[in-house]
């Protein structure tokens, strides 16, 4: 079993910058990719940005040069750098992972984690 811990969320203007972290813990489980989803009241869960181990990554188009996905495989971590924010990226992010990035980018990961709010003000 996985379990996956977010951080980082809060409250930014326009134009600002926020950082989430996810580190994943557990025994006995293969992650190879991890990613992002974030869900706005009234709309569906969707993708932002997916990473695997060996670092071939996916955006979303509403995001492409704002953030950046990375993470830590030591750690099991992975981090969205969000830069340039702007009200339309307000929602609750959700960390995922699975083995393959094909489920991440699907949204059938095997793993979830809680979520984590992001306000973006004008």
């Known amino acids: 079993q996985v379990h996956l811990v977010e951080s980082g969320g809060g409250l930014a203007q326009a134009g600002g910058s926020l950082r989430l972290s996810c580190a994943a813990s557990g025994s006995g489980f293969s992650i190879n990719a991890m990613g992002w989803y974030r869900q706005a009241p009234g709309k569906q869960r969707e993708l932002v940005a997916a990473?695997?181990?060996?670092?071939?990554?996916n955006y979303a188009d509403s995001v492409k040069g704002r953030f950046t996905i990375s993470r830590d495989n030591a750690k099991n971590t992975v981090y969205l750098q969000m830069n340039s924010l702007k009200p339309e990226d307000t929602a609750v992010y959700y960390c995922t992972a699975s083995t393959f990035l094909r489920d991440v980018v699907a949204g059938t990961s095997d793993y979830w984690g809680q979520g984590t709010q992001v306000t973006v003000s004008s």
């Open positions: 990473i695997t181990s060996g670092g071939t990554t």
